[in-house]
């Protein structure tokens, strides 16, 4: 979470956070370590290792960071490469939706935090995510077939993962938890935003020939944001389930 657009999203997190003093900190699933930068910018003087790991190290190029942040390749669908009770806070954004044995994994994120150590985990609910235009029908079409259809690298995909991630580490009876929830809406359709941004993303479902979406359908999509814009009538949604868990 790197750029302008996750500025107020990065405040309700921020705003959850306490660090002891020389915190030892992770972000599972970090891609270009943004959560860790602006982390780093709100307890400068907190926070003695941070550690980014990410399935793959093709974001780490692009990282603006400093000392202490360490990048690491690591698979966070099987056993975590680290020592038990090591971490004070772990963070994860949108990466609980690509595993399938999601109990594993919090099991795993108990194990390597010290008692009483949080973690926050922020996931988008996908089926609730929400743009306005003529056409209902193809819109809804769009984002839903973006919501379930699962990219080659994800072991799972999950279109309602944030509303769940309540449950899925309540049951464990591991942490004590909580939720909130955090809206982000936009009335422009421009480059820079989320609204903007995932409409391009949804162009992979015809380029990657899914079936789950035409580019005929595509380019209808993306005539009716235009067409919502320039009459004043665009708006765009999407929740942010925010899951705090202290271990117990």
């Known amino acids: ?84 009770n090591t971490f004070d806070f772990i963070f994860s954004a949108d990466m609980f939706e690509c595993v399938s044995d999601k109990d594993l994994l919090v099991k795993e994120i108990h194990r390597i935090l010290k008692p009483g150590g949080a973690v926050i985990c922020v996931n988008c609910d996908w089926d609730s995510v929400a743009y306005n235009g003529e056409n209902k029908d193809l819109i809804s079409k769009a984002i839903h077939a973006y919501a379930v259809t699962k990219q ?53 479902l015809h380029k990657e020939n899914t079936g789950a979406l035409t580019k005929e359908e595509y380019d209808g999509f993306i005539d009716n944001l235009k067409s919502a814009q320039q009459d004043g009538s665009y708006i765009f949604s999407k929740p942010y389930y925010i899951y705090k868990g202290i271990k117990l």
């Open 1 to 84: 979470m790197s750029n302008n657009k996750f500025l107020s999203l990065n405040k309700a997190v921020f705003e959850q956070i306490k660090l002891p003093d020389n915190a030892i900190v992770a972000d599972l699933g970090c891609r270009d370590a943004g959560f860790l930068v602006g982390l780093q910018q709100a307890f400068p003087d907190k926070i003695h290792q941070a550690i980014g790991v990410d399935i793959t190290d093709k974001w780490f190029k692009d990282v603006k960071y400093k000392k202490p942040i360490k990048l690491k390749i690591m698979d966070c669908s099987k056993k975590l490469e680290f020592e038990d």
């Open 152 to 204: 080659p690298w994800m072991d799972d995909i999950d279109s309602w993962i944030g509303r769940r991630m309540y449950g899925i580490f309540n049951k464990s009876k591991l942490f004590e938890s909580s939720v909130s929830v955090h809206n982000v809406v936009e009335t422009e359709y421009r480059e820079g935003t989320f609204g903007y941004d995932l409409s391009l993303d949804i162009a992979w």
